[in-house]
């Protein structure tokens, strides 16, 4: 019994210096970390990026028209444009024909795909050198991650039942109706704000927030306007969306203290949008959401206008 | 010797990239408190549920009709070989799916199963079902013939000898396996966040969702997890200490 007692505390003493070893290694990691701001290329992620010859870029696989698989299993989307962008950028063939090579820009490109609650850990974390995922901005989160300039300007809708008795916000007032939403950032005062007698339902992901309403869980699913509008071209009779609302700002993030590798993300953003790299970016505008911009303007600089 | 005390809390403010702020959980303790409840009752729920399908299902294997004994073996083999998200998803997802809108079908599901954790608890108690029978179906194979022909001599009939000998005897020798099962299905709650239950692992993702706080929400759900899991196990292995055995 005693010879018992004694390997069992022995066993214990055994378990907690373990746990010591593994908690110290964890501390001095934390500790000894660099955290000091890149200021020249060699504390930067480009230098990584390019010594590496791939950039990883934190993406999702099921939001379309953002990031999602198309038939033959590849990803596709607005993100996954903005992500080949900024590789077309990094590797200098912007003004290359392979920059037209599908396989040769996917091939620059490692994508990391991640729910929406991974985007800052992962980025804070270096698994990821930049989170291209639909990703609002908000004040709060510009204190963990530094944000690009904007791609995209969103709203939020409610996707619906074909056959729901409402199709605007103003009519869905009143009906004690289940509303089912991505998990996130303030989304409950968020959602009653809009619809204020409705139950909130949370889900991990926007899929699971629509196969609720589709099994009839919920009444109406809370989702990107961008989305809506793409479902309900895509799969004509399912769905309805209602009006737009909450408008806010969609860009890439970055790891704090990185300035080199946060301009030359904006400059390819930005090249892209309004400068020499336009035709791609209208052509994937126009692929996902179906608008045709108008031409950037020639003379005085379209961001001063 | 002992350690520089004055050092640490420049170990934890200063020099750390990423600064702990327990402050986020502690403020909202009520999330980790209700999902710490909640996913207590649930896995207490379903090893009730869970025990009686597997008494159910482990006397019909053994009671020698070849029908019950395959439909049995199909339930366990199927239960055991799919993840418990995949059965939590169909239950909630895929089930109401199965019959059109406005279906008499689809409102009597949604009528049965209205709430995740109400649909989580009963997959739960299903998985668990698949795992218990098994276990009775071992401590049925356990009990010695001798007490069987004791109670056969008796004139007792095969349901009297399933209560009075059977039962209390592999009652008796799976209890070790019934704690642990309760321990492993408090920890599988956990999945039900998958499906809006706002249970620990929810409370962890929100401290993570709402406050980019990822290593506090989900360390605190973890110490729950762990040290809920040891009080049980050691709650239970006192129990069963106290427990005079005499097969």
Same mark, same amino acid.
């Given at each position: 019994?005693?010879?018992?007692?004694?390997?069992?505390?022995? /066993?214990?003493?055994?378990?907690?210096?373990?746990?010591?070893?593994?908690?110290?290694?964890?501390?001095?990691?934390?500790?000894?970390?660099?955290?000091?701001?890149?200021?020249?290329?060699?504390?930067?992620?480009?230098?990584?990026?390019? &010594?590496?010859?791939?950039?990883?870029?934190?993406?999702?696989?099921?939001? $379309?028209?953002?990031?999602?698989?198309?038939?033959?299993?590849?990803?596709?989307?607005?993100?996954?444009?903005?992500?080949?962008?900024?590789?077309?950028?990094?590797?200098?063939?912007?003004?290359?024909?392979?920059?037209?090579?599908?396989?040769?820009?996917?091939?620059?490109?490692?994508?990391?795909?991640?729910? $929406?609650?991974?985007?800052?850990?992962?980025?804070?974390?270096? !698994?990821?050198?930049?989170?291209?995922?639909?990703?609002?901005?908000?004040?709060?989160?510009?204190?963990?991650?530094?944000?690009?300039?904007?791609?995209?300007?969103?709203?939020?809708?409610?996707?619906?039942?074909?056959?729901?008795?409402?199709?605007?916000?103003?009519?869905?007032?009143?009906?004690?109706?289940?509303?089912?939403?991505?998990?996130?950032?303030?989304?409950?005062?968020?959602?009653?704000?809009?619809?204020?007698?409705?139950?909130?339902?949370?889900?991990?992901?926007?899929?699971?927030?629509?196969?609720?309403?589709?099994?009839?869980?919920?009444?109406?699913?809370?989702?990107?306007?961008?989305?809506?509008?793409?479902?309900?071209?895509?799969?004509?009779?399912?769905?309805?969306?209602?009006?737009?609302?909450?408008?806010?700002?969609? /860009?890439?993030?970055?790891?704090?203290?990185?300035?080199?590798?946060?301009?030359?993300?904006?400059?390819?953003?930005?090249?892209?949008?309004?400068?020499?790299?336009? !035709?791609?970016?209208?052509?994937?505008?126009?692929?996902?959401?179906?608008?045709?911009?108008?031409?950037?303007?020639?003379?005085? $600089?379209?961001?001063?206008? | 010797?002992?350690?520089?005390?004055?050092?640490?809390?420049?170990?934890? /403010?200063?020099?750390?990239?990423?600064?702990?702020?327990?402050?986020?959980?502690?403020?909202? !303790?009520?999330?980790?408190? &209700?999902?710490?409840?909640?996913?207590?009752?649930?896995?207490?729920?379903?090893?009730?549920?869970?025990?009686?399908?597997?008494?159910?299902?482990?006397?019909?294997?053994?009671?020698?009709?070849?029908?019950?004994?395959?439909?049995?073996?199909?339930?366990?083999?199927?239960?055991?070989?799919?993840?418990?998200?995949?059965?939590?998803?169909?239950?909630?997802?895929?089930?109401?799916?199965?019959?059109?809108?406005?279906?008499?079908?689809?409102?009597?599901?949604?009528?049965?199963?209205?709430?995740?954790?109400?649909?989580?608890?009963?997959?739960?108690?299903?998985?668990?079902?698949?795992?218990?029978?098994?276990?009775?179906?071992?401590?049925?194979? /356990?009990?010695?013939?001798?007490?069987?022909?004791?109670?056969?001599?008796?004139?007792?009939?095969?349901?009297?000898?399933?209560?009075?000998?059977?039962?209390?005897?592999?009652?008796?020798?799976?209890? $070790?396996?019934?704690?642990?099962?309760?321990?492993?299905?408090?920890?599988?709650?956990?999945?039900?966040?998958?499906?809006?239950?706002? &249970?620990?692992?929810?409370?962890?993702? !929100?401290?993570?969702?709402?406050?980019?706080?990822?290593?506090?929400?989900?360390?605190?759900?973890?110490?729950?997890?762990?040290?809920?899991?040891?009080?049980?196990?050691?709650?239970?292995?006192?129990?069963?200490?106290?427990?005079?055995?005499?097969?």
């Amino acid at each position: 019994m005693s010879e018992e007692r004694d390997a069992r505390l022995t /066993s214990r003493r055994g378990l907690m210096r373990t746990g010591a070893v593994v908690s110290g290694a964890v501390g001095a990691g934390f500790a000894t970390r660099n955290v000091r701001a890149a200021d020249s290329i060699n504390d930067s992620a480009l230098k990584r990026v390019m &010594d590496r010859g791939k950039v990883i870029v934190g993406t999702g696989a099921t939001n $379309p028209p953002w990031h999602f698989e198309d038939d033959s299993g590849k990803l596709v989307g607005m993100d996954i444009d903005m992500a080949k962008e900024l590789a077309i950028g990094i590797f200098g063939i912007e003004e290359d024909p392979l920059a037209a090579d599908d396989e040769h820009v996917r091939g620059l490109i490692e994508f990391v795909i991640q729910e $929406p609650n991974a985007r800052i850990p992962n980025l804070l974390t270096d !698994k990821v050198d930049v989170v291209i995922q639909f990703m609002t901005v908000t004040v709060n989160r510009a204190t963990q991650v530094e944000f690009t300039i904007p791609y995209y300007r969103e709203a939020v809708t409610f996707l619906l039942p074909p056959d729901a008795p409402y199709s605007t916000i103003a009519e869905m007032q009143g009906q004690g109706l289940t509303i089912a939403v991505l998990q996130n950032v303030g989304v409950e005062p968020a959602m009653l704000a809009v619809v204020a007698d409705a139950t909130i339902e949370q889900y991990p992901s926007i899929a699971d927030a629509i196969a609720a309403m589709d099994a009839g869980r919920a009444d109406a699913a809370a989702i990107d306007l961008s989305s809506g509008k793409w479902f309900a071209s895509t799969t004509p009779g399912k769905y309805k969306f209602t009006d737009g609302y909450n408008a806010q700002t969609y /860009s890439a993030s970055v790891k704090p203290g990185d300035q080199i590798w946060l301009n030359l993300v904006n400059t390819c953003f930005h090249e892209a949008m309004v400068g020499i790299n336009h !035709k791609r970016f209208r052509a994937s505008f126009k692929q996902w959401f179906g608008d045709d911009l108008a031409l950037p303007t020639v003379g005085y $600089p379209v961001e001063f206008q | 010797m002992l350690p520089d005390v004055s050092s640490l809390p420049l170990l934890f /403010s200063l020099r750390l990239p990423y600064q702990l702020r327990w402050e986020y959980v502690l403020d909202h !303790k009520e999330w980790f408190i &209700d999902g710490l409840l909640l996913a207590l009752w649930m896995s207490l729920i379903a090893l009730v549920c869970g025990s009686v399908i597997g008494l159910v299902c482990a006397f019909a294997r053994s009671s020698g009709n070849r029908i019950l004994s395959v439909a049995v073996t199909c339930y366990v083999e199927f239960i055991r070989n799919v993840p418990l998200l995949l059965l939590v998803f169909i239950f909630y997802f895929g089930l109401p799916q199965a019959f059109p809108r406005r279906s008499d079908e689809r409102e009597l599901i949604l009528t049965l199963l209205p709430t995740p954790e109400r649909t989580f608890t009963v997959a739960l108690s299903i998985y668990a079902g698949a795992y218990l029978t098994e276990i009775f179906g071992a401590g049925i194979l /356990s009990v010695s013939r001798r007490y069987l022909d004791a109670g056969r001599s008796l004139g007792l009939s095969r349901l009297s000898l399933a209560r009075f000998v059977v039962g209390p005897i592999m009652l008796r020798t799976v209890l $070790p396996s019934l704690s642990n099962t309760f321990i492993s299905l408090f920890k599988d709650t956990g999945v039900a966040f998958f499906i809006g239950s706002r &249970d620990l692992s929810f409370a962890a993702n !929100k401290v993570n969702t709402d406050f980019f706080r990822p290593i506090e929400g989900w360390v605190a759900a973890g110490v729950l997890y762990l040290l809920t899991a040891w009080i049980i196990a050691f709650a239970l292995r006192f129990a069963e200490g106290r427990i005079k055995w005499s097969v």
